[in-house]
């Protein structure tokens, strides 16, 4: 059911040891949602509030703890329960077990204990579903035993090391516990035994080399030397919707493979009547429905937070850039706008202005006035005004200490490589300087407008200055590829002092110190 498109919830176990033992259940909703859901084989793990009777998937007499009470065994449930190896979902046509049953551990009397037990609470929940509740059942996932000798690269030999030690048969290789469960947990080709189908093998019977898991220590998985440990099972009632079953060893990023069923979309049942899936599989699509509520998008620490898995993939929304004409704009100005106005020269102006020179005037809009603005006359003289209040809520800009102007070193590979030479930023941010000081600057005290003129000449500069800071860079770049590129290149082979010609390059290979050392002869 793990799928990376459209809208996808997750349901997650919880877990006694973080990155331990945890198991996931990822859900396309737009296909099918689960009905309800349940963490651990045993029921007692829940959420709070508790699931009610109508939450649960099974009644009392459906869970473990009944269909075991009449073995005389010493089972922890709530120990079984407590590691996060199990998710239950139903699906209304099926029940859905996703499961990572536990591994040999260090072999301790102790964990092939709970290893065992864990096995025999697992099959009783299924017994419990099957027999006591007449569901359908679909078990998927690490199962850490295998089902058969062809389940296992070295297979062949404990049969032969077995018959060598005077066993009988393939007893050799059911010498282990959890192989003999699932021999026992599977139904066999008579029909009888357990209540699961090995659907990928029932596809194929006489595939060699079907392995799920490789020992990455080794690197098995070059050589295909592993087991297969990871199923899907189903009950028998559900042969006649499966449409096929795989496993994907192409697919990498793990010591395991994924492993998958496809059911068909519609079959004809036993008289007559078209099935579709769609009718017949989670909620209907007439009613829309939230996924259980142990589905991780309900966690606390996913509160606000990424809680479907698409939201993964999407991009960012870029935040746009700030206008080029406005770059001490505060950006914490309560929702206030700014707007241009134009406004004729003052007579008081400086002797600078007075001249025709360009100033731009922006102030903070104020709320709408009962009346309409008055329309003021058009000049072609603009200035920039900032009122006090707008400055006392402008941030103030770090002052730069003597240790950030000086020269911070080789800060990248390729500035090892680039010529020295005086940047074109620094000489244009000192034109920008220049044309600044000539303006007149006030205190930012009440009332008082500060005017900055020759704003176009400020502009005009700093885009000129970008333009040539890329083509520097741009320089600067291709320098230092051809700097590796001649760094890289392969040893040119020296002329033969005698003849003139390139040497020839030979390797030793004769056992020793020296072997596989490089040397030249001539080439003749």
């Not at 295909?224 to 060893?249: C, E, F, H």
């Not at 142990?294 to 206008?323: C, V």
């Not at 009332?447 to 600067?476: M, P, W």
């Not at 392969?490 to 056992?511: D, F, M, S, Y």
Request: contains cysteine.
């Amino acid at each position: 059911m793990a799928t990376f498109a459209d809208i996808l919830d997750a349901l997650e176990a919880d877990v006694l040891k973080n990155g331990y033992s945890g198991v996931s259940t990822y859900v396309r909703t737009t296909c099918a949602v689960p009905l309800k859901a349940e963490e651990g084989l045993c029921g007692i793990v829940q959420p709070k509030p508790p699931l009610t009777g109508e939450e649960r998937i099974s009644t009392t007499e459906g869970y473990p703890q009944r269909v075991l009470e009449s073995i005389d065994d010493d089972i922890d449930f709530k120990d079984l329960d407590s590691e996060g190896r199990t998710l239950v979902l139903d699906f209304g046509l099926f029940v859905l077990i996703n499961v990572y049953c536990p591994n040999d551990g260090n072999g301790t009397d102790e964990r092939n204990k709970y290893k065992a037990d864990f096995h025999t609470v697992l099959e009783a929940r299924i017994k419990g579903l099957v027999e006591v509740e007449g569901r359908e059942v679909i078990l998927v996932g690490d199962l850490n035993a295998c089902a058969a000798v062809i389940d296992h690269c070295e297979g062949p030999l404990m049969v032969a090391k077995g018959l060598a030690e005077g066993l009988v048969g393939e007893e050799g290789f059911w010498g282990k516990e959890c192989r003999r469960w699932m021999r026992d947990f599977m139904v066999t080709e008579d029909g009888t035994g357990g209540h699961m189908v090995d659907i990928t093998r029932r596809l194929w019977p006489d595939r060699k080399g079907m392995y799920t898991c490789w020992n990455t220590k080794i690197s098995a998985r070059d050589s295909n030397y592993g087991t297969r440990i990871d199923y899907v099972m189903i009950t028998p009632g559900l042969l006649p919707w499966v449409k096929s079953a795989d496993i994907q060893p192409h697919i990498k990023g793990s010591d395991h493979c994924p492993v998958y069923v496809d059911l068909h979309d519609e079959i004809v049942g036993s008289t007559g009547e078209t099935i579709r899936l769609q009718d017949v599989i989670g909620a209907k699509k007439c009613s829309p429905m939230e996924p259980p509520r142990i589905a991780s998008k309900f966690w606390d620490e996913y509160s606000g937070k990424q809680r479907l898995l698409q939201h993964f993939f999407e991009k960012s929304t870029a935040i746009p850039p700030l206008p080029a004409s406005s770059p001490e704009t505060p950006d914490d100005l309560d929702g206030a706008s700014i707007v241009l106005e134009s406004r004729p020269a003052e007579s008081s102006a400086t002797p600078s202005s007075s001249s025709g020179a360009h100033s731009s005037e922006i102030s903070q809009k104020s709320p709408p006035a009962s009346h309409p603005p008055q329309s003021l006359p058009s000049s072609t003289t603009v200035k920039r005004k900032l009122t006090a209040d707008t400055l006392s809520r402008t941030k103030k800009k770090p002052k730069q200490t003597k240790s950030s102007e000086k020269k911070t070193g080789q800060a990248t590979i390729a500035s090892f490589f680039a010529k020295s030479s005086t940047s074109a930023t620094t000489s244009s941010s000192k034109q920008i300087c220049k044309s600044r000081d000539a303006g007149h600057v006030s205190a930012p005290c009440a009332g008082v407008i500060i005017d900055v003129d020759n704003v176009d000449v400020d502009v005009s500069s700093q885009t000129e200055a970008e333009t040539l800071s890329l083509s520097q860079r741009s320089s600067d770049s291709t320098d230092a590829k051809q700097a590796w590129s001649s760094i890289m290149a392969p040893v040119q082979p020296p002329r033969c002092t005698v003849h003139g010609e390139p040497a020839k390059e030979l390797t030793v290979t004769k056992p020793g110190p020296n072997k596989g050392k490089k040397f030249f002869i001539c080439s003749r």
